[in-house]
C-alpha cells in the first residue's frame, strides 16, 4: 500500500509584540489577533511610564502561516 507523500507546502513562524496602556483597547487587541489564529507567547509584561503616569502592558504573539517570511509583510494582515 503506497503511502501519500508528506506535504510539501513551506511554513513560516511571524512574531508581533503588541503593547500599549493597560486598558480594555489593549485588551480588544490581543482578543482581535488570537481570534484571527494568533497564538501567545511568553507571559505578558508591564512596565510603568512615569512620564504619562500610567502601566504599559505587552504580549508577545505568533502564527504560524504559509510561505516564506519576507520582511516586506505586514504582519498585522499575515
Same mark, same amino acid.
Given at each position: 500500500?503506497?503511502q501519500?507523500p508528506?506535504?510539501t $507546502? $513551506?511554513?513560516?513562524t511571524?512574531?508581533?509584540y503588541l503593547?500599549g496602556?493597560?486598558?480594555s483597547? @489593549? #485588551?480588544h487587541?490581543?482578543?482581535e489577533?488570537?481570534?484571527?489564529?494568533?497564538?501567545?507567547?511568553g507571559s505578558?509584561?508591564?512596565? @510603568?511610564d512615569?512620564? $504619562?503616569?500610567?502601566?504599559? #502592558?505587552?504580549?508577545?504573539i505568533?502564527?504560524d502561516i504559509?510561505?516564506?517570511?519576507?520582511p516586506e509583510?505586514?504582519?498585522?494582515?499575515a
Amino acid at each position: 500500500m503506497a503511502q501519500s507523500p508528506l506535504s510539501t $507546502k $513551506k511554513r513560516s513562524t511571524v512574531y508581533r509584540y503588541l503593547t500599549g496602556p493597560d486598558d480594555s483597547t @489593549f #485588551c480588544h487587541r490581543v482578543s482581535e489577533a488570537l481570534s484571527k489564529g494568533w497564538l501567545l507567547y511568553g507571559s505578558p509584561t508591564l512596565t @510603568f511610564d512615569p512620564v $504619562k503616569g500610567r502601566v504599559i #502592558c505587552g504580549q508577545a504573539i505568533t502564527k504560524d502561516i504559509e510561505g516564506d517570511y519576507s520582511p516586506e509583510m505586514k504582519l498585522a494582515d499575515a
